[in-house]
């Protein structure tokens, strides 16, 4: 299996704390890959530099051959619109605008024509379970319906990749599980590859690949 995504040598530190030491990881196409560890190990800064987000001090990052840290500005805001997808643990929806909107923003965003963008919204929608919740706005959500029409927006550009940090943190148990079958779900249906930071261990035990960070290092890495 050809790795899509390459970082080597990855490198960060904020001021004089040093918080990613040289990390080299590898993710394939249709790869669901769970990143863990203590808190302080560096997953989620990590995750935002795999994700573009932020930028490493030095290494170097590369997706699907293009080096990434070649693109600044709005040649990266675009590439990462267009390519990437996010989850993150508090839904960041806008609460003015409805789920199907929310969803949407993306498609807006990289202007996309609005009747492609809405059939496309509601065949997620279908998919994820929500199909009869896109006219609500967050506030009539539950929280796994508000986290399920985040992962419909993560999903509306038809990303090559989705990084998730702590998706389930703020689910209940039924309600994480059931995102968590949801990720596999689209993995198969889309061929889809996921990073996921978790402290869910049921989560991360589902993985392909479970990667354990300790002190800005990439410790050990466990199959499935």
Not at 71 to 96: M, S, T, W, Y
Not at 104 to 116: N, T, Y
Not at 132 to 146: I, M, T, V, Y
Request: hydrophobic letters at 40%; one cysteine or more; a negative charge.
């Amino acid at each position: 299996m050809s790795s899509m995504l390459i970082a080597k040598g990855i490198h960060k530190s904020y001021g004089s704390l040093e918080v990613l030491k040289g990390v080299d990881l590898e993710i394939s196409k249709g790869e669901i890959v769970s990143i863990v560890g203590a808190s302080g190990a560096g997953k989620s800064t990590l995750l935002h530099i795999l994700g573009t987000l932020d930028r490493p001090d030095r290494g170097e990052l590369s997706l699907n051959g293009q080096n990434l840290m070649q693109l600044k500005g709005d040649a990266l805001a675009e590439f990462r619109n267009a390519r990437i997808g996010f989850v993150f643990q508090f839904h960041n929806l806008l609460p003015e605008f409805t789920a199907l909107e929310n969803i949407c923003i993306p498609g807006f965003i990289q202007g996309r024509e609005e009747k492609e963008l809405k059939k496309r919204a509601e065949e997620l929608g279908d998919i994820l379970g929500i199909s009869h919740r896109l006219d609500h706005k967050p506030s009539e959500l539950s929280g796994g319906e508000q986290q399920r029409v985040a992962v419909a927006r993560a999903l509306i550009n038809n990303p090559d990749l989705v990084f998730a940090d702590e998706p389930s943190g703020n689910l209940d148990t039924s309600n994480a599980r059931a995102l968590h079958d949801l990720f596999f779900k689209l993995r198969d249906t889309y061929h889809l590859s996921f990073v996921l930071v978790t402290h869910n261990e049921e989560l991360a035990a589902m993985a392909d690949r479970k990667v354990v960070m300790k002190d800005g290092r990439i410790e050990g890495t466990i199959s499935a």
